[in-house]
Each structure stands twice: as C-alpha cells, then as structure tokens.
C-alpha cells in the first residue's frame, strides 16, 4: 500500500486543514480499505471546523462521503473484491477512528455502509450520495422512526403516502428517490422551478414550499389517503412545526422524521411522534445492510437510482479541500467535491 496521507483539523489552529503523513490503514473483518478517489464536502465538515459542539481529541480526520478503489477486504466483507470501485459512508465522527475518517488517501469503511458502483458511473456523481443516502434512509427505515418496507429496485407500488419536506435538497432528494424505491408514494416540497426534478427524482405530488399556509395545504393534498409518516430534510423550526401539523391532519402513520436536532415537545400535539434522526445510526441495525448491500448496487448497476446532486468539481488532492469547504458555503444547491489522485 502506498504511504497514506491526510488532511488535519488540528487543535484550536482549526484553519486551513494541514496535509501530514498518516498512519497506514488496515482492515477489520467487517470492514474495507480503499484507495480514496473522490470525497465530498459536507456541512457537518464545515461545522467542526468553525463551531465545533463538543471538546474532541486532536488532530482527527474529517469527512464523511467518499468514493473509490478496494485495496484490502476483511475476512467479512464478502460482499467486496479487491478492484472494485465503491461508494461508502465514512464515519470517524461516530467511531472517533481516524481510520474512518474520509479526508485522506486510505479510508477504512464499514462494510455494511459501503456499496460497488458501476463503470458507468463516475466517482464524481458516486461520492455525492452517502451521508444523504444514510441520512434519509435511517429516517424512513429503522424500526423506531417511520419503519416503511425495504426500497427494491423493482418495487410493488403501495396506496400510502410519504411527506418529504425539502424534495430536491441533498438529504430529502434520497428520501424521494429511497421511498419510492420502496413503493411508497410521495408528495414533496420544492420551489416551483424544481417542481419537474421533484417528479424526476420520485414524487407524485409536489407542493410549493412557500405556499402561506403549507401544512394544511399538505393535509389537503392528502385528505382521504393514506400516509407512512413525514420526514423533514430541511431541520429548521418552520419545517418541523410543518411537518408535525400536517401528519396531525392525516390518517395512518402520523410519525415525523426530522434532520433537526433539537424539537420543542410543546410543538407535538396527542397521537403525534416527532424524533430527530442520526445517519450513522444504521450501521448498528438492519438498515445500514438493507440499502448498501440489498438494495443500492442493484439500484445503480440497473440506472434506477437517479444521479443526483450534480457534483461541483473543486480542485485535486487533499490540499484542495480545505478551499472546497468554504466553497461548499456557497454552492448553489451543487455538492462540492475534491478528486484525489
């Protein structure tokens, strides 16, 4: 294996990122290294560096989606050869792993939060879709949230109705596409001009997130039908609020999903469950097995899964990255990515 490298956050000097040789990586029996090709920038990234919420042992490696080549398979991880070009969900900030961190030339990921990609499809428009995969389908999946059906590729349509808030934003565009995978239908929230990618993406309905008065404008859309719950991808207050009066007003599940961290439980009336999500949860449960190895490789081999969000190439190598994270600020709904040969 080639001399690993990463890219720092290193004590309260938070700023810029510093490159430095890193330890070499080696896999567990449940886990894969790859040869890194293609990371992506997250919010979660940028928060750690300008406020971070808790006191972590420093330097540590940052990052969470990453894509590229298997040079080690543990002896578990059957499901992966050496040679294949994957896709993965790295997670040093639930391990406190460096191992597990994405920013660098050798990344171990779990095997059950890793999935083989196609020729057909670049590292580019690959490495985009981990942490929001995860994110929407520890909402939509685990028994304790809205608990719908395994996504298929070749899915038997259901009569029940799923609320995504935030239908073509990069988490709540894989809760569409993860719900309708599973035969859901789904009634979406977007900006009018996204109304045609929300539908794109998975909807059948798509309501206009700016309606006066959307969680009754949801609930009417919905009147008569039955529904699997809500998921949030947005987070904020006006969004959660949204989501739980308008699940308040439906038959069937009335479950809301949010990427928000923090609900009043003032805003929950009676018959109503509200609960804040966290992606690297699947990896302790069935969910994490379900869509990376059940269903994602089938989903992507066979193009059901649509590409999305367009990848916004920003620079080459780990010392690219730390201008991608202040581009990431200001990406205009794209996903900031840095190539590393």
């Not at 894969?32 to 490696?61: C, G, H, R």
């Not at 045609?196 to 609930?219: C, F, M, R």
């Not at 089938?298 to 999305?308: D, P, S, V």
Request: negative net charge.
């Amino acid at each position: 294996m080639d001399v690993n490298v990463a890219a720092f956050l290193v004590g309260q000097e938070r700023k810029p990122l510093v490159i430095g040789e890193a330890e070499d990586r080696f896999a567990d029996e449940s886990e894969i290294v790859i040869k890194t090709a293609a990371v992506a920038m997250n919010k979660i990234d940028t928060s750690m560096q300008d406020e971070p919420w808790t006191v972590f042992n420093y330097p540590l490696i940052l990052g969470s989606d990453v894509a590229g080549e298997v040079v080690e398979v543990g002896s578990l991880a059957n499901q992966f050869s050496v040679g294949d070009r994957v896709l993965g969900h790295a997670l040093r900030l639930a391990t406190e792993d460096d191992r597990h961190g994405a920013f660098q030339t050798h990344t171990v990921l779990m095997s059950n939060m890793a999935c083989v990609i196609p020729p057909s499809l670049s590292y580019e428009n690959a490495v985009v879709l981990p942490l929001g995969i995860s994110t929407a389908a520890a909402a939509l999946f685990q028994d304790d949230t809205l608990a719908l059906q395994p996504p298929k590729v070749n899915p038997e349509e259901k009569d029940i109705w799923v609320i995504v808030l935030g239908a073509t934003g990069s988490v709540g565009s894989n809760g569409v596409r993860l719900a309708a995978a599973a035969g859901y239908k789904v009634v979406g929230t977007a900006s009018p001009k996204s109304f045609s990618l929300a539908k794109q993406l998975g909807a059948t309905e798509v309501v206009d997130y700016n309606h006066p008065d959307l969680a009754n404008e949801l609930a009417r859309v919905l009147s008569g039908k039955k529904t699997g719950g809500a998921f949030d991808g947005n987070g904020s207050q006006e969004t959660i609020k949204t989501a739980i009066a308008a699940v308040s007003q439906c038959d069937g599940n009335k479950i809301v999903a949010t990427v928000g961290d923090w609900i009043d439980p003032d805003w929950i009336p009676r018959g109503v469950k509200a609960l804040p999500i966290m992606a690297v949860a699947i990896r302790e449960n069935k969910v994490g097995q379900m869509v990376y190895e059940d269903f994602l490789p089938h989903a992507l081999a066979a193009e059901k899964y649509m590409k999305y969000p367009e990848p916004l190439v920003f620079g080459e190598g780990l010392s690219s990255i730390q201008d991608a994270l202040q581009k990431s600020k200001r990406s205009g709904g794209k996903k900031v990515v840095v190539t590393i040969k």
